[in-house]
């Protein structure tokens, strides 16, 4: 037997650039290569010891039967006390369904409201999964792109211009990944009055980064009380509470949407790992604000932050913006396209990174990936001697381009 058993939907399906260049550094590191990965979107810190503990206690406590499909009730409980704290909203426990990652929550709800050939508008540059799931759910992706000069942002009157019939939803992240963009509250208020005219249009709002904000408190599209029944919030642990591995996330939303994404939930996965919920519970309720743990990586992250933009302003043809949220850079590095180290030409920002994998040993993404194909994608989830190190052969690789 071989691979043409596979189905048409999996052979369409792109693997996941972030994670594929986390895999060939892997593969370089194996053989001995001292690779600098600054591919894969994680903090570099481990989850806060209470969290840990609360995990530890779990299975103490023999918590480890099959949970609610869409979450324990204390967690769901604990989410919306989290929403009304952080953001203001109010939100019932029927309208929280709790998924593995919010990965999972965010395919989740295509799965649940596209039909073929349905429109989700999708703002470029886009977290490089969001195309893919909307494929994979039988939807169309419609991008719209936001450039550098505009710190990488959509205007009002492009989402408008992008909605037709068939639109189902729009896609929304701020703070962003792959750009560091945050929208500010008047940016927001001027969407959400192209929102409120459609009140067919489902707004999914990627909330994921909310901890990760340098400039000032987060602001969720939900908070326009006009639209708030259009919005469904995806948010989760992994970034702000450095809980990756633990794979939470979650929705809040529409109770008939809550309701398809337990429905589609309880066929896929029977809900999600207990341990990982009793974690997550107590993450949910630590109060960022109050928290030395959060305190401590947001200052690391913007301190990493302003080094990396000062390094990067140092390489000669590289542009970028000021990201205020999130932990990564998306320099324009098109200054390099058409250039030769005497061996290869650089055609693409795959190329790009492809040479600075092998000639500096550093790897990052493709802009392609994240439909900018003249941008890199520089994670600086780590320390700042690595950043500076990995600046440094990142300069020394890019001077022998001609
Ligand atoms: N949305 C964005 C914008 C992300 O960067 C990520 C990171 N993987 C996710 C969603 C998924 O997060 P999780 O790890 O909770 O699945
Ligand atoms: N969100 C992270 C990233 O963009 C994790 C990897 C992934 O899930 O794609 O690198």
């Known amino acids: 037997m071989n691979n043409s058993i596979l189905s048409d939907r999996i052979l369409n399906l792109g693997e996941s650039a972030t994670l594929a260049m986390t895999r060939l550094s892997r593969e370089l590191k194996s053989k001995g290569v ?24 779990a299975i103490d406590d023999n918590i480890t039967h099959y949970p609610p499909v869409p979450g324990f009730l204390e967690l769901r409980e604990a989410i919306a006390q989290k929403l009304l704290r952080d953001n203001g909203l109010e939100f019932d426990t029927n309208q929280i369904v709790v998924s593995t990652g919010a990965k999972h929550s965010l395919i989740n709800v295509f799965m649940c409201i596209l039909n073929q050939g349905d429109e989700v508008i999708i703002p470029a540059p886009y977290w490089v999964s969001y195309p893919e799931m909307v494929n994979l759910s039988g939807g169309k992706p419609v991008v719209i792109d936001a450039g550098i000069d505009n710190d990488f942002k959509v205007s009002p009157k492009q ?5 037709t019939i068939s639109t189902k939803a729009f896609l929304f992240n701020s703070p962003s990944n792959p750009t560091g963009s945050v929208y500010s ?19 999914v709002a990627d909330e994921i980064y909310e901890y990760i904000n340098f400039d000032g408190k987060h602001e969720s599209l939900a908070s326009f009380e006009k639209i708030k029944d259009q919005i469904v919030i995806v948010n989760g642990v992994s970034k702000g509470m450095a809980m990756t591995g633990w794979r939470i996330g979650y929705i809040a ?31 949910v ?24 933009i000062k390094l990067v302003k140092e390489i000669p043809g590289l542009k970028s913006n000021v990201p205020s949220g999130a932990f990564y850079l998306f ?4 200054y390099y396209y058409g250039k030769t180290d005497g061996k290869s030409t650089i055609k693409n920002s795959t190329d790009l990174c492809m040479y600075l994998l092998n000639v500096a040993n550093v790897a990052l993404v493709p802009g392609e990936a994240f439909g900018s194909p003249e941008c890199i994608r520089i994670s600086y989830a780590t320390s700042k001697d690595l950043i500076a190190e990995a600046v440094n052969r990142i300069k020394g690789a890019l001077a022998k381009l001609k």
């Open 159 to 163: 989402l408008e211009e992008a909605i």
């Open 253 to 283: 939303g529409p109770k008939f949407i809550a309701d398809a994404c337990t429905k589609i939930q309880g066929q896929y996965t029977s809900g999600t790992g207990t341990i990982s919920q009793m974690a997550a519970l107590e993450a």
């Open 331 to 334: 320099p324009d590095v098109s």
């Open 285 to 308: 309720k630590t109060d960022p604000k109050n928290s030395p743990d959060l305190k401590k990586m947001l200052k690391a992250f913007k301190e990493r932050r302003d080094l990396l």
């Open 34 to 57: 001292d690779v600098i990965t600054l591919s894969i979107g994680e903090p570099d810190f481990d989850t806060p010891q209470h969290v840990k503990d609360a995990g530890k206690k």
């Open 185 to 203: 509250k008047e940016e927001l208020e001027a969407l959400a009055n192209v929102i409120a005219k459609y009140p067919d249009l489902l707004v």
